[in-house]
C-alpha cells in the first residue's frame, strides 16, 4: 500500500521502475536512482530486479526437476514425480500435435518456455507492495540505500526485456532451422519469390519479412502487454486501499476477483507462448509451397 | 522500462536453462515415460497370454476329469465283476468241499457199516451155532451142518 508520503502517481510510477545498475553521466557505476536515471543509462545497463527474478525462478525450475529426473523411475511413480510427469506428459502431448517433424529441441524447448513463463506470470499473485517493500527494507538497512530508490518489479515478464530476449531467442531458432532445413537459398527464396512471383521480389520481401520480424515482435509484445496490463490492474486496486474503508474493502474484493481471473490469464499466457514457439518451429521445418 | 542489457542476459539466461533442460531434464524422464508405456504393454501382453493359457489349462482339466471319471466307473465295475466272480468261485469251492467231505463221511460210514455187517456176520454164524447146538443137541453131523449154515451166512 502506497506510504502517506507518496502520492498515487508516484506510487505508480515506483511499482513500473526497474532497479536498474549501469554507468551514471558521470561516468561511475552504480544504480539508477529514479526513472530519469535509469533512460540516461542507455542500453549498457541491466534491470537487476528482472534479471534476479528471472534467474531465481529459472534455477528453482531447473532444480525441481533435474531433481525428479535423477531419482525417476519406470516403475510406479510418486510424489514429485507424479506432478513432473503430468507437466511433461501435457508438454510433449502439445508439442506431438503441433510439430510434424522431429527434434530433439522442441520439446525441451516448449518446456522451458511454459514453465519459466508460468512462473514468472505467477509473481503477479503476490501481494503487490509484498516483494517491493521487503526489498526497500533490505535496501535501506543493509546496503545503506535511500529507501525511495529501491524499485522492485517481483514480475519479470511486465519488463520488455524479457519478454523481448526469449522471443529473440526463439526468432533466432527459427531462422537457424529455416536456413538448416531449406537451405540459405530455399529461405531467401521462400522470402523473396512468393506470393506474387520473381517479378515483385520487393513487394514480396516486404510482405515475408513483416511476417517473418512480426513473429518475435508479436510473441514478446503479447505476453508483455497482458502481464503489464494485468500488474497495472493490480496497482490501481492497492491505490484504493488508501482511499478509506469503503474504497479499500472493495479493493479487497477486486483484488480477490481480479486474482482469481488472472490465474487463468498468467496460465494462458504462458501456454500461448509455447505453442506459439512450437508453431513457428514447425513452420520453419516445412516447405511452404 | 527502457530496452537495456536485460535483453541480451535474459537470451544468455533463456539458452542456458533450454540447453540444461534439454540435456538433463527432458531425456531421464522421457526415457522412463517411454520404459512404463513399454512395461505396460508387456504386462498387457502377459495378462492375455495367461488368460488364454487358463483357457487352455482349464480344457484340459476339464478332459483330465472326464477319463479319471470313466477310469473309476471302469475299475468299480471291474471290482464288482471280480468280487461276484470271487464269491462265485467261493461258492464252487464250498461245495465241492462240502460234497467232498460229505463222500469221505459217506465212505466212513460205509466203512462202519460193512465193519459191523462182517463183524455181525462172523457173530451171526456162531450164535446161530450155538442155539443149533442147544435145541438140536445131538445126532447132528458137524460136518453137514456147517455147510448149510455157512451157506446160510452167505446169504444174509
Given at each position: 500500500?502506497?506510504?502517506e508520503?507518496l502520492?498515487?502517481?508516484e506510487?505508480i510510477?515506483h511499482h513500473?521502475?526497474?532497479?536498474?545498475?549501469g554507468q551514471?553521466?558521470?561516468?561511475?557505476?552504480g544504480?539508477a536512482?529514479?526513472?530519469?536515471e535509469?533512460?540516461d543509462?542507455?542500453f549498457?545497463a541491466i534491470?537487476v530486479?528482472?534479471?534476479g527474478?528471472?534467474l531465481?525462478?529459472?534455477?528453482l525450475?531447473?532444480?525441481?526437476?533435474r531433481?525428479?529426473?535423477k531419482k525417476?523411475?519406470?516403475?510406479?511413480?510418486?510424489?514429485a514425480q507424479n506432478f513432473?510427469?503430468?507437466v511433461i506428459?501435457?508438454?510433449?502431448?502439445?508439442?506431438r500435435g503441433s510439430f510434424t517433424?522431429r527434434?530433439?529441441?522442441?520439446?525441451p524447448?516448449?518446456?522451458t518456455?511454459?514453465l519459466?513463463?508460468?512462473?514468472?506470470?505467477?509473481?503477479?499473485?503476490?501481494p503487490?507492495d509484498l516483494v517491493?517493500?521487503l526489498?526497500k527494507f533490505?535496501?535501506?538497512?543493509v546496503f545503506?540505500?535511500?529507501?525511495?530508490?529501491?524499485?522492485?518489479?517481483?514480475?519479470?515478464?511486465t519488463?520488455p526485456?524479457v519478454t523481448?530476449g526469449?522471443a529473440f531467442?526463439?526468432?533466432f531458432?527459427?531462422?537457424?532451422y529455416?536456413?538448416?532445413?531449406?537451405g540459405?537459398?530455399?529461405?531467401?527464396?521462400?522470402?523473396?519469390?512468393q506470393?506474387?512471383?520473381?517479378w515483385?521480389?520487393?513487394a514480396?520481401l516486404l510482405?515475408?519479412?513483416?511476417?517473418?520480424?512480426?513473429?518475435?515482435?508479436s510473441?514478446a509484445l503479447?505476453?508483455?502487454g497482458n502481464m503489464y496490463?494485468?500488474e497495472?490492474?493490480?496497482?490501481?486496486?492497492?491505490?484504493m486501499?488508501?482511499?478509506?474503508?469503503v474504497m479499500?474493502s472493495?479493493?479487497?474484493l477486486?483484488?480477490?476477483?481480479w486474482?482469481i481471473?488472472?490465474?487463468?490469464?498468467?496460465?494462458?499466457q504462458?501456454?500461448?507462448f509455447?505453442?506459439?514457439?512450437?508453431?513457428?518451429l514447425?513452420?520453419?521445418h516445412q516447405?511452404?509451397h | 522500462?527502457?530496452?537495456?542489457a536485460t535483453?541480451i542476459?535474459?537470451m544468455i539466461a533463456?539458452?542456458?536453462?533450454?540447453?540444461?533442460?534439454?540435456?538433463y531434464?527432458w531425456p531421464?524422464?522421457?526415457?522412463a515415460?517411454?520404459?512404463?508405456t513399454?512395461?505396460?504393454?508387456d504386462?498387457?501382453a502377459?495378462a492375455e497370454r495367461g488368460r488364454?493359457?487358463?483357457?487352455?489349462?482349464e480344457?484340459r482339466a476339464?478332459?483330465?476329469?472326464h477319463?479319471a471319471?470313466?477310469?473309476?466307473?471302469?475299475?468299480?465295475?471291474q471290482?464288482?465283476?471280480r468280487g461276484?466272480?470271487?464269491v462265485?468261485e467261493?461258492?464252487?469251492?464250498?461245495r465241492?468241499?462240502g460234497?467232498?467231505i460229505l463222500?469221505?463221511a459217506?465212505a466212513?460210514?460205509?466203512?462202519?457199516?460193512?465193519?459191523?455187517?462182517?463183524?455181525?456176520?462172523s457173530q451171526v454164524g456162531t450164535v446161530?451155532?450155538a442155539?443149533?447146538?442147544?435145541?438140536?443137541?445131538?445126532?447132528?453131523?458137524d460136518?453137514a451142518h456147517?455147510?448149510?449154515l455157512?451157506?446160510?451166512v452167505?446169504q444174509?
Amino acid at each position: 500500500m502506497a506510504s502517506e508520503t507518496l502520492t498515487s502517481s508516484e506510487y505508480i510510477r515506483h511499482h513500473l521502475q526497474n532497479l536498474t545498475f549501469g554507468q551514471h553521466h558521470d561516468g561511475s557505476w552504480g544504480l539508477a536512482h529514479d526513472a530519469a536515471e535509469a533512460a540516461d543509462m542507455g542500453f549498457w545497463a541491466i534491470n537487476v530486479d528482472s534479471m534476479g527474478m528471472t534467474l531465481l525462478l529459472g534455477g528453482l525450475l531447473m532444480w525441481f526437476f533435474r531433481s525428479v529426473a535423477k531419482k525417476v523411475e519406470a516403475g510406479v511413480p510418486s510424489g514429485a514425480q507424479n506432478f513432473a510427469e503430468w507437466v511433461i506428459d501435457f508438454i510433449n502431448d502439445s508439442v506431438r500435435g503441433s510439430f510434424t517433424g522431429r527434434s530433439a529441441l522442441v520439446a525441451p524447448l516448449a518446456f522451458t518456455i511454459f514453465l519459466w513463463v508460468f512462473l514468472m506470470n505467477l509473481m503477479d499473485l503476490l501481494p503487490i507492495d509484498l516483494v517491493p517493500e521487503l526489498a526497500k527494507f533490505i535496501g535501506a538497512s543493509v546496503f545503506g540505500m535511500d529507501p525511495h530508490a529501491v524499485f522492485f518489479k517481483v514480475v519479470p515478464t511486465t519488463d520488455p526485456n524479457v519478454t523481448f530476449g526469449m522471443a529473440f531467442g526463439v526468432f533466432f531458432l527459427v531462422l537457424f532451422y529455416s536456413i538448416k532445413m531449406k537451405g540459405l537459398g530455399g529461405f531467401v527464396g521462400e522470402l523473396t519469390l512468393q506470393p506474387f512471383g520473381k517479378w515483385a521480389m520487393p513487394a514480396n520481401l516486404l510482405l515475408e519479412g513483416v511476417n517473418l520480424i512480426a513473429k518475435p515482435i508479436s510473441l514478446a509484445l503479447r505476453l508483455f502487454g497482458n502481464m503489464y496490463a494485468g500488474e497495472m490492474i493490480f496497482i490501481l486496486i492497492a491505490i484504493m486501499f488508501s482511499a478509506g474503508a469503503v474504497m479499500a474493502s472493495l479493493g479487497g474484493l477486486l483484488q480477490i476477483g481480479w486474482a482469481i481471473f488472472h490465474i487463468l490469464i498468467i496460465t494462458l499466457q504462458a501456454f500461448i507462448f509455447m505453442t506459439l514457439t512450437i508453431v513457428y518451429l514447425d513452420m520453419a521445418h516445412q516447405e511452404h509451397h | 522500462m527502457n530496452l537495456n542489457a536485460t535483453i541480451i542476459g535474459q537470451m544468455i539466461a533463456f539458452a542456458l536453462f533450454v540447453a540444461f533442460c534439454m540435456k538433463y531434464v527432458w531425456p531421464p524422464i522421457m526415457a522412463a515415460l517411454e520404459e512404463r508405456t513399454k512395461k505396460i504393454a508387456d504386462g498387457l501382453a502377459a495378462a492375455e497370454r495367461g488368460r488364454h493359457e487358463q483357457e487352455l489349462a482349464e480344457k484340459r482339466a476339464t478332459q483330465v476329469i472326464h477319463e479319471a471319471k470313466e477310469q473309476a466307473n471302469e475299475i468299480i465295475s471291474q471290482a464288482q465283476r471280480r468280487g461276484n466272480e470271487i464269491v462265485d468261485e467261493s461258492k464252487d469251492n464250498a461245495r465241492i468241499e462240502g460234497d467232498r467231505i460229505l463222500t469221505s463221511a459217506k465212505a466212513e460210514i460205509d466203512q462202519e457199516a460193512n465193519r459191523a455187517k462182517d463183524e455181525l456176520r462172523s457173530q451171526v454164524g456162531t450164535v446161530a451155532l450155538a442155539g443149533a447146538a442147544k435145541i438140536l443137541s445131538r445126532e447132528i453131523d458137524d460136518k453137514a451142518h456147517t455147510d448149510l449154515l455157512e451157506e446160510l451166512v452167505g446169504q444174509i
